[in-house]
């Protein structure tokens, strides 16, 4: 069982940045392939940006595309979303996502306020 646990979130005013970070257990990390994605109030959930296992690869939604950035570090079994120029609609919980060899593994979600 892989446990995902997301940190870094709060509140931040407009044109601010936060960097979101997520912690995985489990040995198979580094063969996994990482996503962020968000959810606000009333909205479904939607996808933010995603990570190959190695890191060479990326790939975001066009709303955020230039102002975040995700990474990650397989040594510390952890992938990061380094969010700036954040606007009030970027409010949402954000959540940490594993494909882990056909098994989709979640986390409990990060709150991210922004205030205009």
């Known amino acids: 069982q892989v446990q995902l646990v997301e940190s870094g979130g709060g509140l931040v005013q407009a044109g601010g940045s936060l960097r979101l970070s997520c912690a995985a257990s489990?040995?198979?990390?580094?063969?996994?392939?990482m996503g962020w994605f968000r959810q606000a109030p009333g909205k479904e959930r939607e996808f933010v940006a995603g990570i190959s296992r190695s890191g060479g690869s990326t790939n975001y939604a066009d709303s955020m595309k230039g102002r975040f950035t995700i990474s990650r570090d397989n040594a510390k079994n952890t992938v990061y979303l380094q969010m700036n120029s954040l606007k009030p609609e970027d409010t949402a919980v954000y959540y940490c996502?594993?494909?882990?060899?056909?098994?989709?593994?979640w986390g409990q979600g990060t709150q991210v306020t922004v205030s205009s």
């Open positions: 996502q594993q494909q882990n060899y056909g098994v989709t593994y």
């Open positions: 489990g040995r198979t990390f580094s063969s996994c392939a």
